[in-house]
């Protein structure tokens, strides 16, 4: 959509909410001379021509655009109507002061067409706040401007810099209506659009907050359709269990209602910690209950409202999710869970999700406290002492502390094994876990071949042998996950594509290179290597590693296969 089409479908649809008949024609102030610019001490809304505005004018409507980059426009409306006589009686003063000036030839030469009025009735005075300022005896060319008192003043010769002034003398001023606004483009642009949403809060600041609107204009872009504005509660279940088959997932034990439940069943605070071992679609269940709840209907689908947050194991503190000030850039860094937050703060009727991927690799409880606090007490994260917001490397700006909005889903995942640390009872207090620990290799094999038909005969080789060694290492909490059972059928099919190797040979490089090295224990494991064994009958590679581990125990009275 080009510049000119958007301007025109904003102005119509701020006209056809306003209510106003097609006599009353919007002047658009959208061009690079003309259009809206922040002054100190309110906002200029650009310069119109209103030099025939008549006495019964039935309203005026001021529509005005502002740019954020890198690419965001807020576009906004201002509609006088109830008070359209005082901006037609200061119209009116503005022409009669220039054309006295004019008849008494007190203009210089090179201002012939010019008044100049005392600041506040006191002689003397300058252009500046204290000053002078001039008029024309026309009102084509009237800037007009929003201060802080959320009034509309008006001059017709030169510009305030400042409305840090009295503006009394230069009344009356208007009480403007209603101010519609909308955001171009209304995709969650988003992850961008924090500072031209804060924009929209300053004018409710300046004008009260009922008289701001937001139109939905624009419905050509990808934006945040009506999918992505409806919260997960409101969403029966069965849809988007269906919604996560459809992308993919395999959760044939309930997990998704358990998510659900779990994610949902408080209105002020969302975290939910799914557990298991490595592979059984933890991450996977996260992201795909996100994009079906936002009606995203790809695995690959772009989805604005859905953040990953990998946790790195030296993180002692906050800033690897809250972010720090950089020193060197003069900039606030945004970590992917902080532009969460703040893409939830900008957009309160979406629901945010946040995945903090593997968050044992480091202690839980240092580098989450202060989003635990905040959830707990209702307060604030601290972000920065400074008394003014900085400029995050997202674009967005990042005031001093911001609070956790009610509209932000937090899902961590943690993987139980020897390489991560313990999460302690103050974590597990102020979340829902759920184990994702059991896998049903039958099923998500059959599920697998239907979605992928070119993989039935690799299935049909593999299925019998891996089911049962599955079986066999899962009762002594060594089983795997739907990752590598989807891996061993892949290469299986690789293998019979580009190599024909007889399936034994493969199942067997398979289990040796991707099963067995799982394998650890001590005298209690001795039934599994004996069971293993005897489930690789005709498999001599496979047997050979498997007798070495029983050395190991013999020799040992322990084993691990890599070691």
Known sequence: MNLDDRQRLFLEAAQKHFGTSAA?????????????????????????????????VEALIFGCVLRFPPEDEVYFAV??????????????????????????????????????????????????????????????????????????????????????????????????????????????SARRSLLAREFIGWLGALVGREKIHELPVWSDVASLGPAMRRMPSSIP??????????????????????????????????????????????????????????????????????????????????????????????????????????????????????????????????Y???????????????????DVPLEGTTGASVRAEIPLPPNLFIIGTINVDETTNPVSDKVLDRASVIDMSSVDVPGFLKSLAGRFPDLASARAVAEPRLTRIHGLMQDYGLGFGYRLIEEFIRYHAFDA?????????????????????????????????????KACDGLPRAQAYLRRLQADLDEYGSFQAMR
């Open 497 to 533: 594509q580009h190599l024909q190797n007889d399936g034994d040979t493969v199942t067997e490089q398979l289990l040796v290179q991707k099963v067995f090295v799982k394998l650890r224990g001590g005298e209690r494991q001795r039934p599994l290597l004996d069971g293993l064994l």
């Open 24 to 56: 009353v024609r919007p002047r658009a102030l959208f061009g690079v001379s003309n259009s809206a610019k922040i002054v100190e001490g309110g906002i200029q809304l650009g310069v119109v021509n209103l030099d025939s505005v008549k006495d019964d």
């Open 368 to 386: 989450l406290s202060d989003v635990l606090s905040a959830m707990e007490s209702g307060g604030s994260l601290q972000l920065h002492s400074h």
């Open 79 to 188: 509609l006088v109507r109830k008070d359209r006589q005082s901006l037609v009686s200061r119209l009116a003063e503005m022409k009669r002061l220039g054309t006295a000036s004019k008849s008494k030839a007190v203009a210089t030469e090179t201002a012939a067409n010019f008044a100049l009025e005392p600041h506040g009735d006191l002689p003397g005075a300058g252009e500046q706040p204290g000053g002078m300022i001039k008029y024309s005896d026309r009102n084509n060319l009237v800037p007009v401007y929003l201060a802080r008192d959320g009034r509309l003043w008006l001059r017709n010769a030169q510009f305030w810099d400042s409305l840090n002034i009295e503006l009394l003398p230069f009344g009356p001023s208007t009480e403007p209506d209603e101010i519609v606004v909308a955001l171009y483009p209304p995709t969650a």
């Open 237 to 366: 279940v069965a849809e988007i269990e269906a919604a996560v088959t459809a992308l993919g997932g395999h959760y044939p034990q309930g997990e998704v209602r358990r998510f659900h439940a779990a994610l949902n069943f408080l209105e002020h605070k969302h975290f939910v910690i799914l557990s298991g071992i490595s592979g059984t679609g933890k991450t996977q269940l996260a992201l795909k209950y996100a994009r079906s709840v936002h009606g995203v209907t790809t695995p690959t689908g772009t989805d604005p409202l859905l953040f990953e947050c990998p946790v790195r194991p030296e993180w002692t503190d906050p800033t690897g999710l809250t972010g720090y000030f950089d020193v060197l850039t003069n900039r606030y860094v945004v970590p992917p869970f902080l532009e969460a937050v703040l893409v939830a703060t900008a957009h309160r009727d979406s629901p945010v999700f946040i995945i903090l991927d593997e968050m044992n690799l480091a202690r839980v409880e240092y």
